[in-house]
């Protein structure tokens, strides 16, 4: 069980928070070689070639469309994209590192000084600069087992958007709303699939803490690679109750250092003393020239730019009409949110695509335990019924019931299940007068309770009607032909 820390609040102390979130870049190969970058799954150590493994006389050559993206993702985040940057060699040894170092940027990276807003538990905003978007390489992975250590270097290699905050962050919970929307600008701009279960992004936090009011900033602790939003929280808010407690004792942390944090336990642990960028003895690398980019170039990457989680967020409430829970629930999935956009596209209608998508889809889907991916309805589709629905084709219940049901289960069209099944709307006037007939000659206590003002008989006779039509008749008309039977 994890400890807790409690403390009387004798100091008034503020934790002092900075993430540095490495996020992969989603190429098909690695940033500096051609091989492939999936690793998840793969066997292990095949995905390699000379250049990742460090081999003599094997020179790396930077990767386009990680560029490319590392600057979208850049933009994205309001960061200013340096015109001039180059790669660093960062000299440090781990065994998963196969050359002895990584490239890295350190004196010019690829963009500077951005920030990114969220959104507060309890409303309003707040700004968390970005000190830094900088692309780099990961390392391979290590396995630990009682005889030894196995290496996988199918990860070494692949390419990495390191992104620093500034310390701006004040609390646990503030980290991890910045750390999800980090996730989704990384998602949205297609610059990272930010796939935490597959290692695609990673966290290390930097905690220490000062009396309120000072702007002195005191020696910190930075917690290496946490994987989770979960893993994220517990380890700040566990690493804030360790330093309150040396505080109180009078024994501040008096340098820098580096821990590790154990799920299991719920604990920090010391890994080190941390480095400073001196101990990495950091140098240009030689084998690379400098990214020298052209505004020109940087205004065709502009151009491109998708819609960002902020502007969709706000289309949602104004244009759409949704609900704030209903336009979160999208944002929080990127493919569910496209889909919906199809969906609302196709039929030009907002409010009957978020009916389809969000409550009834969404939660046959859930009931199943099924991925939006294995949904056999497409967009289109959907869409379809949507318009056969506003056309007064079929009634809203037929659509949300049998139809969508035999969609569900088939993937076949709309048109084709309604002209299989005979769902289509009863608008013959001749043929639904006759039925209003029956109805009224058939519940006379009914119709005599309706010429006594009782407004309820009414709808019982029109729930009486589309019984007997099995809901197939317009609703419009079968009111209209009613009340003309009853004046």
């Not at 190429?27 to 500096?32: A, E, L, V």
């Not at 009078?250 to 101990?279: C, L, Q, W």
Request: negative net charge.
């Amino acid at each position: 069980m994890a400890q807790v820390f409690y403390y009387e609040n004798t100091m008034d102390l503020e934790a002092i928070i900075g993430l540095e979130i490495h996020a992969q870049i989603a190429t098909k190969s690695k940033i500096f070689c051609p091989s492939g970058a999936e690793y998840f799954g793969c066997e292990p150590n095949v995905n390699v070639d000379p250049v990742c493994l460090g081999m003599p006389g094997q020179l790396p050559v930077l990767n386009q469309e990680a560029l490319l993206k590392g600057i979208r993702a850049a933009l994205a985040l309001n960061c200013r994209v340096n015109k001039y940057s180059h790669f660093d060699r960062k000299n440090y040894f781990y065994p998963d590192l196969p050359k002895g170092y990584q490239i890295s940027q350190f004196e010019f990276p690829l963009s500077e000084h951005g920030y990114l807003e969220i959104t507060l538990p309890m409303g309003g905003k707040k700004r968390i600069g970005i000190t830094r978007l900088h692309l780099e390489e990961d390392a391979g992975k290590l396995t630990h087992f009682n005889g030894g250590t196995l290496i996988d270097f199918n990860r070494a290699g692949v390419g990495l958007m390191e992104i620093v905050s500034d310390p701006d962050l004040r609390s646990p919970e503030e980290a991890v709303l910045y750390a999800k929307a980090i996730q989704q600008v990384m998602r949205y701009t297609e610059a990272s699939d930010a796939d935490m279960e597959k290692g695609m992004m990673r966290f290390d936090a930097s905690i220490s803490l000062r009396p309120r009011g000072e702007e002195k900033l005191y020696p910190r602790a930075e917690i290496k690679n946490l994987n989770s939003f979960r893993s994220l929280e517990a380890a700040i808010r566990y690493e804030i109750g360790r330093q309150k407690m040396l505080w109180e004792e009078g024994k501040a942390p008096e340098r820098d250092i580096t821990v590790g944090y154990d799920d299991t336990t719920g604990h920090t642990y010391f890994m080190r003393n941390k480095e400073g960028s001196d101990d990495y003895r950091y140098f240009p690398e030689p084998d690379l020239p400098p990214v020298i980019l052209e505004e020109s170039f940087l205004e065709e990457i502009r151009a491109a730019m998708p819609e960002l989680p902020e502007a969709r967020y706000r289309r949602y409430l104004d244009q759409d009409g949704l609900s704030e829970a209903e336009a979160l629930f999208l944002l929080d999935d990127r493919d569910l949110a496209f889909y919906y956009d199809e969906v609302r596209d196709k039929s030009g209608d907002a409010k009957r695509a978020a009916s389809f998508v969000l409550s009834i889809l969404v939660g046959r889907l859930k009931k199943d335990g099924l991925m939006l991916k294995e949904c056999r309805i497409s967009a289109g589709q959907l869409a379809e019924l949507i318009g056969q629905v506003a056309g007064g084709k079929i009634s809203m219940n037929i659509a949300k019931g049998e139809v969508f049901e035999e969609m569900y289960l088939s993937g076949r069209s709309a048109e084709e299940i309604i002209a299989e099944k005979g769902l289509a709307t009863i608008a013959d006037s001749a043929e639904l007068e006759k039925i209003c007939r029956q109805v009224v000659a058939e519940n006379q206590k009914t119709v005599q309770d309706y010429m006594g003002g009782k407004d309820n008989a009414f709808k019982a006779l029109v729930g009486q009607v589309m019984k007997a039509t099995r809901g197939q008749a317009n609703p419009e008309l079968v009111n209209q032909t009613l009340k003309n039977l009853l004046k």
